[in-house]
């Protein structure tokens, strides 16, 4: 009889582990669930209190179970905290949702962890107030990682005479600040020039475009990105060709100077060939190192190259072909 009490109590104890009650012990979700926006387009801090039922069980230690739409990866992420704050970035062109759980564990559970049975969410919709429609087609290029410039385009549907700003944020910053520099087409700031302010690299950068009319303010635009994803490499100037011995084709060229570390970089050729009767063919080459042989080619044959080149999927998530080089062709000439 006692082996099956024991067992007895010990298929308890697994069926309560992580269970919503045990013993008829109840755990309730958090109150007071807020999400803070300090003014830093995107990096929000969530906060809460802890249950009213429990605020005077002093047996048992709270832990929170805190989850939150991820709308950059489109899934849910989750953290478990003693703590009653936490930040997090979010897009703020779309839902944001979190939603938090009460965990209870400690003599009053016999050590098993509670959690409730429903938690306390909150959903805060993007922005609807202002005039006309956000900016489009905003792009930020890190030049050769020299500097960073955005740009956007300007919407049809704003009103005349409106006037855009663009505000910045990162976390080495106390608070949001102005572009430093805009970039003009005609009348219309088009775009922000960083090359006085440097922006870190492998952290949120995060943008608002917004600004004023005579209508009204206009609706803002809100983006995020790390500047190490936005990589334009400078353009290569020159290619050496020249026939080897054994009637190969050997071209070579170097890369852009700057920071961009050479093992970061990888290349397309452009191969063009024009044959005796004036017929063009075409074909890219992929490759990581800077020179390229090709096997005997006719004589009567025209060949000519540009390459261009960008960051690997191995140092950044994305990023930007640069322009090509200027085409060399054997025969000489252009």
């Not at 549907?157 to 409106?162: H, Q, R, T, V």
């Not at 003009?184 to 952290?203: A, D, M, Q, V, Y």
């Not at 920071?259 to 397309?268: D, F, R, V």
Request: include cysteine; hydrophobic fraction near 30%; proline fraction near 7%.
């Amino acid at each position: 009889m006692a082996s099956v009490s024991w067992m007895a109590v010990m298929l308890l104890l697994i069926t309560c582990r992580e269970s919503m009650h045990c013993d008829g012990l109840t755990v309730d979700p958090p109150d007071d669930l807020v999400i803070s926006d300090l003014g830093h387009f995107g990096r929000l801090q969530i906060s809460w209190s802890p249950p009213a039922s429990q605020i005077n069980e002093t047996e048992c230690s709270h832990l929170y179970q805190l989850e939150y739409f991820n709308s950059y990866t489109d899934s849910w992420s989750a953290i478990r905290t003693f703590k009653r704050t936490y930040t997090a970035q979010f897009d703020l062109m779309k839902d944001v949702r979190v939603r938090v759980y009460t965990l209870l564990r400690g003599p009053c559970t016999n050590d098993t962890l509670i959690k409730s049975s429903s938690y306390t969410e909150v959903v805060q919709k993007p922005p609807s107030t202002g005039v006309g429609t956000p900016v489009q087609d905003f792009v930020c290029v890190y030049h050769n990682m020299k500097y960073v410039e955005c740009n956007w385009g300007r919407s049809p549907k704003l009103p005349a005479n409106s006037q855009q700003h663009l505000y910045f944020w990162h976390k080495e910053l106390e608070q949001a600040e102005e572009c430093p520099t805009y970039v003009k087409t005609g009348e219309t700031r088009s775009g922000c020039n960083f090359t006085e302010s440097s922006l870190p690299e492998f952290t949120d950068v995060n943008f608002c475009v917004n600004g004023s009319s005579q209508e009204g303010p206009l609706k803002p635009a809100f983006v995020s990105l790390q500047i190490q994803n936005q990589v334009k490499p400078g353009t290569t100037e020159k290619l050496d060709l020249r026939t080897d011995p054994d009637a190969q084709l050997d071209l070579r060229w170097n890369g852009p100077a700057g920071k961009i570390p050479a093992h970061c970089l990888e290349w397309e050729v452009e191969h063009n060939q024009e044959g005796p009767d004036g017929k063009m063919t075409s074909q890219q080459i992929l490759t990581n190192q800077k020179s390229l042989k090709l096997p005997s080619i006719h004589d009567t044959q025209r060949n000519c190259f540009r390459v261009r080149s960008k960051l690997s999927k191995y140092c950044a998530n994305k990023g930007f072909w640069s322009e090509w080089s200027p085409q060399t062709c054997q025969p000489g000439g252009a």
